[in-house]
């Protein structure tokens, strides 16, 4: 991913010495400032690979897992953006200036033995369209006399902000909350035989389906929504389709 590249800053941890997940929001806080008035900021999460890495059965031919760079996360902002994409600014010639860029969210795990790198630059040509690094109203529009070349600048301040989840916390933590939320679901299971009886056995495949279908549409409603009434709540209706998830297992098995 250009790393060899001069006009591309490179930044790698030493060989992991344990394996590291990132999960959640990806934030680059980046200070950076131009000789120009517009500038495009790439930044890319990069898994590297040992040298010493096997193939695997489905490598193709054309690749080697030796020292392989696998793109995690990228992102590009158009610095003319960085504030509002409704009110395009243009930058102040050699000023310090705040570009934050939001990554895709993540859930990686960066393996022992691996090297976490971060890339920045300022052109991804061709999947990114040229920048002219001149502001002007429509980039679209822009003139040849506008593109040129400048130099950009990405102080020691800049900043990848990221989660790490703990994994020996993490599945003794969510295999007690996945036993917790079963043992809620078959309560309420428990108390609906009570009042049906098995009247939910009659039920054909469709139907549950069907059930299982309306309950989803009421959860991207509500999420939609944001306004709830007092009786509306996303986490019946997430237990509702466990249940008739089971229940349809159930009709499955007969």
């Known amino acids: ?25 990806l934030l680059a806080k980046l200070r950076v400032s131009t000789t120009g008035t517009d500038a495009d900021w790439i930044v ?12 695997y059965p489905e490598t193709q031919d054309h690749l080697k897992m030796s020292n392989y760079h696998q793109m995690v996360r990228s992102e590009v902002m158009r610095g003319r ?16 200036t705040a570009v934050n860029i939001r990554l895709q969210d993540v859930l990686h795990t960066f393996k022992k033995g691996h090297k976490i790198q971060v890339q920045i630059q300022s052109t991804w040509f061709p999947l990114i369209d040229l920048n002219p690094q001149t502001f002007v109203p429509n ?8 593109f040129q070349k400048q130099t950009h600048r990405v102080y020691n301040s800049s900043s990848l902000q990221f989660k790490v989840l703990h994994n020996e916390w993490f599945m003794h933590n969510t295999l007690e909350q996945f036993d917790n939320i079963l043992d809620h679901c ?21 139907s549950l389906t069907d059930q299982i279908f309306i309950k989803a549409q009421r ?36």
């Open 186 to 206: 078959a309560d309420l299971f428990e108390k609906k035989l009570k009042d049906y009886g098995p009247a939910w056995r009659i039920m054909r495949l469709s």
């Open 139 to 146: 980039i679209f529009e822009a003139k040849a006399s506008d």
């Open 44 to 55: 890319k999460l990069i898994d590297v690979y040992p040298p010493d890495h096997e193939e």
């Open 219 to 254: 959860i991207r409603t509500l999420q939609e929504n944001q306004i709830k009434k007092v009786d509306e709540d996303e986490a019946s209706e997430f237990v509702g389709i466990i249940n008739y998830s089971i229940i349809a297992l159930i009709q499955l098995e007969l």
């Open 81 to 96: 953006y960085r504030n509002s994409f409704s009110q395009p600014e243009a930058f102040i010639p050699n000023e310090d």
């Open 1 to 25: 991913f250009a790393a060899r590249r001069p006009d591309v800053l490179v930044y790698e941890t030493p060989v992991l010495e344990e394996d590291i997940t990132m999960v959640g929001d």
